[in-house]
């Protein structure tokens, strides 16, 4: 059995979250104080400064000294550097960052790797985490950090104590990045839905210098908020959780980037794209994805619409498959979309009120998303 596919006794998974949930309210309450004298204390200067710098590192190798930092804690025996079952006497680190602190890192709006921080094959193909072992990473010194603390863990005199300390630290970093970049968004009330279209185009295509294609998902995820719970053809169906950007469909189960599910299969599926003209090439990816599935109707959105010269062999394409399959395939544009939705809904304020708490929130958008949406409603 792959260390990946291997399942997480219960009982430690509980005492697991718990510990990092236990972890999360010190780190809160310092944060709050500034007061990190107890940990400092614990740890010691040097190792002190080793876990600060670390924690700034916006890097899989934080979530992983985090991860087993927390399960040295339940197991205090375990040698934390034998992260794979594969190693005598080892332990399937990846299984309980997966379970346990990516889902506890998305639940409190904090940074994580999609997934796992075990995804890389840096970390996941590595031998024991031994002080010689060299990890190649980007930037230099995540690697090495993530080496040092962990071997520090392994070898302190009261290896619970310091466990903590350094999941303290880890945890108050996330929460001041986490709590830096929010702000609170404006949230206009009786707009038209011309109005509310107009803000989302400006919000769009702002020139951010990072993810702009997340915010015609955050859109699309809110309206289906807003249309699932009052739609006849919704009822007893769910919305699936709007995944991260890099989740690949496979490894994510989903089929698009908004999925809605019957009896856990997707039912009716999403697909958007950013300023990318859709072609018959798009739409020919879509059906060897989607001609096994349970997909009763399948929407490729771009804010772009269909690229020109596209029109007739992507419908062609589409008919051809609904025939086939049963499946429809609807090709549009991400506004055009937005504006039939709104139609069908009672009021654009309760659209706007859930794409700000979701662009609020997101750990793929930043500052410099939320700063750009009180700006376009400032200007309106």
Not at 114 to 130: I, M, R
Not at 167 to 187: M, S, V, W, Y
Request: net charge neutral; aromatic share 8%.
């Amino acid at each position: 059995m792959k260390d990946s596919d291997m399942q997480v006794e219960q009982g430690k998974l509980e005492r697991f979250n718990a510990i990092l949930q236990s972890s999360y309210l010190v780190a809160e309450a310092a944060h709050k104080s500034g007061n990190w004298g107890v940990q400092r204390e614990i740890l010691g200067e040097e190792h002190y400064a080793e876990v600060l710098q670390l924690s700034k590192i916006r890097h899989a190798a934080r979530g992983i000294a985090l991860t087993l930092a927390a399960y040295k804690v339940i197991d205090s025996r375990q040698d934390i550097r034998l992260h794979k079952s594969e190693h005598p006497g080892g332990f399937s680190a990846r299984s309980i960052d997966n379970a346990g602190t990516v889902p506890f890192l998305q639940a409190h709006s904090l940074y994580y790797n999609v997934e796992t921080h075990w995804l890389s094959q840096t970390f996941s193909f590595a031998g024991p985490y031994l002080p010689d072992l060299v990890l190649k990473t980007q930037p230099k010194l995540a690697g090495p950090l993530m080496l040092k603390v962990v071997n520090a863990i392994q070898s302190a005199q009261n290896p619970v104590a310091f466990s903590k300390a350094v999941l303290e630290i880890i945890f108050g970093e996330l929460i001041d990045a986490r709590n830096r970049g929010k702000i609170p968004l404006e949230k206009p009330q009786n707009l038209s839905i011309d109005q509310t279209i107009t803000l989302l185009k400006e919000h769009f295509f702002r020139g951010y210098e990072k993810n702009s294609p997340r915010l015609p998902q955050v859109a699309i995820y809110a309206i289906y908020q807003c249309i699932i719970p009052t739609m006849n053809r919704y009822e007893g169906l769910t919305l699936g959780p709007l995944e991260r950007m890099k989740a690949a469909n496979r490894k994510s189960g989903s089929v698009g980037d908004v999925d809605v599910n019957k009896d856990g299969e997707p039912f009716e599926a999403v697909e958007i794209k950013f300023q990318i003209g859709i072609s018959r090439e798009h739409v020919a990816e879509a059906i060897q994805k989607i001609k096994t599935a349970s997909v009763k109707r399948y929407l490729i959105l771009s804010t772009s619409g269909i690229a020109e010269g596209e029109s007739s062999e992507v419908k062609k394409l589409a008919d051809g498959f609904r025939r086939s399959n049963g499946c429809e395939i609807i090709v549009n544009g991400v506004l055009d979309t937005l504006k039939y939705y709104l139609r069908l809904i009672d009021s654009p304020s309760s659209f706007i009120n859930r794409y700000t708490a979701l662009v609020e929130g997101d750990p793929d958008l930043g500052y410099e998303h939320r700063l750009a949406w009180n700006e376009v409603c400032a200007n309106r």
